[in-house]
């Protein structure tokens, strides 16, 4: 019984309990409910208020916009409007001028239809005088012709002749002050040694008793030496020098190089032999690369690659007319640069075709062809551009100069060989070139004599006057040139004087 009660008891505590808490739970829900309210309340509330406060902005801005997109519109309609009238301004134009040029067409129509018509009036009256004129003459019209013609030309040849003379004469002076003007500021520009060096082949032995060890125990030191240099060695009887002799002014300079290092050195045998040779071959070589070097460095050249600044060296040990030809292509470069300044070309390209124009006499003999034609090779080989190989192949005119950089490198070529002290030729060249000048005068007809003066720089031809009248001295005076330029090579310019004279005598009794 009383298990009974304690359980009814436990089980109505419980119950109690559950109520109570569910009570107390749903008085706090409520009461949290209420603030959760009141929270969404606050918060629709401020939504509401920034909605608002969105709203208005955004209506101003859309007013912003359609004020600022009507002002557009309206610049846009005014723009519009303009054009539309300079259209039709231009239509109207256009239309006044196509008024006027068809009014203008008529009227040269008319007016060559007017010419026609008199023309063939011209024509018509022109016949019937040149019948009228053969009946009387007894001549017809194309005998007429002929001798109109002939007198004409005997009463105005003298006029022609003067006339044309005066115009040589005039646009010579002018073309050659213009040059000697250009050429005149280049040189005072360019400032050189007055003459270019020279390779030699003469080395100077201070001590007569070292010919004898050079020469060595039955020549062999000589032999040895001649053998592993290529070139010759003459000991004559001028003293205290020795001859070296090579077609290769490299292996010559090799030899100059070796020979004086032993002479310092006083070591002569084939063994020492060996050994200076070869260390005047890596210097030679190192020389050459150094030259090139020094010489692209001055011109301000930085892309040429480095074989072919080697091969550029090697013009160091090329002469032409003893004239140096590294130094000749670098000085011919310089004037170059200023010309194509001065005419307004291309100044690098000048400068670059100038420096390369001779660079195939940098090949040995054994490669056939012109220096030229090698040049040309050796520019492609090395990737040049195209410009640059034209300009610098045309310098002796091989090929057309189809650029302004193509002539100014014939003119610094020109202008570094020819000006005094630069090249020198032997007598036998020098005497043949004077012969071949007065043989091409010679062999033209009506010509007594013909004189090569100034060194080969002026020729004078005398004709005989009853032959030759003064305009076909003029024509031979041309011809002799053109002449001289198709067959002969020389530096500088010749001047060709053709003189005819006429002389009257007559005695008083």
Known sequence: MSVVFIILAAVAAAVLGAVGGYAFRRQYGARQAQSLEQKIEH???????????????????????????????????????????????????????????????????????????????LDSLRAEEEKKMAEISGLTSDQAAARVMELAEQRTKEEIVRRVRKMEQEGEKQLEEKAKGILATIIQRYASSHVAETSTSHVTVNDESMIGRVIG???????????????????????????????????????????EQLLRDGRIHPGRIEEVVEEAKKHINEDIREAGEAVVYDLGIIDFPEKLVQLLGRLKYRTSYRQNMLKHSWEAAHIATMLAEELGADPMIAKKATLLHDIGKAIDHDVEGTHVEIGEKVMRKFGIDEKIIRAASAHHGDYPFDTAEA????????????????????????????????????????????????AGREIRVFVTPTEIDDLAAIKMAQEIARQIEAEMTYPGDIKVNVIRETRAEAKAR
């Open 407 to 454: 002539i100014i490198v014939q003119v610094a070529d020109a202008v570094s060989a020819a000006r005094p002290g630069a090249r020198r030729e032997s007598l036998e060249q020098y005497v043949k070139r004077m012969e071949d000048l007065e043989n091409i005068a010679t062999a033209q007809p009506g010509v007594e004599k013909a004189y090569a003066i100034h």
């Open 43 to 121: 918060k629709l509330k401020a939504a509401k208020e920034k909605l608002t406060e969105l709203r208005q902005q955004a209506e101003k801005e859309t007013a912003k916009f359609r004020a600022d997109s009507e002002q557009e519109l309206d610049r846009r309609r005014k723009q519009i409007i303009e054009l539309e009238q300079r259209v039709a301004d231009r239509e109207e134009q256009l239309s006044a001028k196509l008024e006027q040029i068809e009014k203008e067409d008529r009227e040269i129509k008319e007016h060559t239809q007017n010419l026609k018509t008199k023309e063939e009036k």
């Open 217 to 259: 125990k039955e020549g062999r030191n000589i032999q040895h030496l001649e053998r592993l240099t290529g070139c010759e060695i003459i000991i004559d009887e001028a003293p205290n020098s020795i001859t070296i002799s090579c077609f290769s002014p490299i292996r010559r300079q090799v030899a100059k190089n070796a020979l």
